[in-house]
């Protein structure tokens, strides 16, 4: 069982649309990262979130942490071919130095 | 700066044999770390390391084995592979190893075993 599940699993849409990928888990997390991963690549960090209710934007991605430090969202406005990759979100909950990522959310955007 | 490098790229294997992965990361990182890639199962920590003669293990540590002599570098040991071990092998490193940290990954070792 992951201690962090990603929705939905696989994300295609066209160019121009918006997205969201979502992380949900049963534990509260001190901390929250969300990467992105191309294929033949390690993943590359996005943003930290650590604040519950924090938001923070990226250019076109806006990251939101629950209040409760439980769940994450990841929106990409008008998505380019260039977003196309697999979004892993990760956290910690306990032992500093166990970092537990979710199966991730492949995204593909359509020009 | 190289990063985080790993060797080799690609490797096959037949069932009981034993090899090493290597990495080494020249940003005198604490932190570093083993995790195996399986489709549908995102990343999965194997083992970790705080610092140089410190490890311990992560979620899947059977059939692994690691040492840190240096802060440069963490071998990743199959003493004898299996076919469940097939999968492509993630070696990150950070400064200190918290949640807060950046984790920066090598490229990745594609692994089979047959």
């Known amino acids: 069982t992951q201690l962090l599940e990603q929705s939905p699993q696989f994300l295609s849409i066209q160019e121009g649309e918006n997205l969201t990928v979502y992380c949900n888990s049963s534990?509260?997390?001190?901390?929250l990262q969300w990467y992105r991963q191309e294929p033949g690549e390690g993943p590359v960090l996005l943003v930290t979130?650590?604040?519950?209710?924090e938001v923070k934007k990226l250019k076109r991605l806006t990251f939101q942490f629950g209040d409760a430090r439980k769940d994450s969202s990841l929106h990409i406005t008008a998505a380019q071919p260039g977003d196309t990759g697999l979004y892993l979100c990760?956290?910690?909950?306990?032992?500093?130095?166990?970092?537990?990522f979710g199966a991730g959310t492949t995204v593909t955007v359509r020009a | 700066n190289a990063g985080v490098t790993q060797t080799p790229k690609f490797q096959v294997l037949k069932t009981g044999q034993s090899m090493t992965l290597q990495c080494a990361q020249d940003?005198?990182?604490?932190?570093m770390s083993w995790y195996r890639q399986d489709p549908g199962m995102g990343l999965r920590l194997i083992h970790y390391?705080?610092?140089?003669?410190?490890?311990d293990q992560g979620e899947v540590p059977n059939g692994y084995n690691v040492s840190r002599s240096t802060t440069e570098d963490f071998p990743l040991r199959l003493l004898s592979a299996a076919p469940s071990q097939t999968s492509v092998y993630f070696c990150?490193?950070?400064?200190?190893?918290?949640?807060?940290?950046?984790?920066?990954f090598g490229p990745g070792t594609r692994l089979t075993v047959l």
């Open positions: 990150a490193s950070s400064y200190s190893g918290k949640g807060t940290d950046t984790q920066y």
């Open positions: 534990s509260v997390f001190s901390s």
């Open positions: 979130v650590v604040t519950g209710g």
């Open positions: 990760a956290g910690v909950d306990g032992n500093d130095y166990k970092l537990s």
């Open positions: 940003m005198n990182h604490e932190y």
């Open positions: 390391s705080v610092g140089a003669g410190i490890t």
